[in-house]
T-cell receptor, first 111, second 112 residues
Framework: NAGVTQTPKFQVLKTGQSMTLQCAQD?????MSWYRQDPGMGLRLIHY???????DQGEVPNGYNVSRSTTEDFPLRLLSAAPSQTSVYFC??????????FGPGTRLLVL | SQQGEEDPQALSIQEGENATMNCSYK?????LQWYRQNSGRGLVHLIL?????REKHSGRLRVTLDTSKKSSSLLITASRAADTASYFC????????????FGQGTTLQVKP
């Protein structure tokens, strides 16, 4: 199993541009989440999903959209990037509502 | 706001010494977890302790939980240079949705 994969690994955007961060898992996990990590801080929850077709907001959802059309994929969309969204983004999944499996992260720089 | 607050923010010890990190949280929980993050990498799950447990061991790791004080500690015994990483506690805030709230982490440096 590949586990949780994220693409791209690194991205540079200009303010106002849009992009989608991809996340996929091959473990048939129901629960998936997106976090952002800023320097010197822990992870903050952006959005999460408890199954295909069901999503909800986390702590810092503004500026981000998600959808969950399949169990495997959970893309995160930035509609109009802002410098404040410069961060490292982690996707995670779990099957038992407990142990989370994390992807390697996407480093995003918004100029 | 962060559910978990960790202490200390940074810790530097010599190889072979024990490292203790503390985590405090604010709301009721079903469980508390500890994760490790090597520089530039994703987080890796270390250990989970349930709200009805007081202590748990896994190899060189020992976790305690005091729900009356809303606090937990992670002890790494006989530390190695390879233990150098950031360590985060995470709680579920009593929900069953698979969402976790993370602390700000403790950065551990183990000097050879």
């Amino acid at each position: 199993n590949a586990g949780v994969t994220q693409t791209p690994k690194f991205q540079v955007l200009k303010t106002g541009q849009s992009m989608t961060l991809q996340c996929a898992q091959d473990m048939n996990h129901e629960y998936m989440s997106w976090y952002r990590q800023d320097p010197g801080m822990g992870l903050r929850l952006i959005h999460y999903s408890v199954g295909a077709g069901i999503t909800d907001q986390g702590e810092v959802p503004n500026g981000y959209n998600v959808s969950r059309s399949t169990t495997e994929d959970f893309p995160l969309r930035l509609l109009s990037a802002a410098p404040s969204q410069t961060s490292v983004y982690f996707c995670a999944s779990t099957t038992d509502q407990e142990t989370q499996y994390f992807g390697p992260g996407t480093r995003l720089l918004v100029l | 706001s962060q559910q978990g607050e960790e202490d200390p923010q940074a810790l530097s010890i010599q190889e072979g010494e024990n490292a203790t990190m503390n985590c405090s949280y604010k709301t009721s929980i079903n469980n508390l977890q500890w994760y490790r993050q090597n520089s530039g990498r994703g987080l890796v799950h270390l250990i989970l302790i349930r709200s009805n447990e007081r202590e748990k061991h896994s190899g060189r790791l020992r976790v305690t939980l005091d729900t009356s004080k809303k606090s937990s500690s992670l002890l790494i015994t006989a530390s190695r240079a390879a233990d150098t990483a950031s360590y985060f506690c995470a709680t579920d805030k009593g929900s069953n949705t698979g969402k976790l709230i993370f602390g700000q982490g403790t950065t551990l440096q183990v000097k050879p």
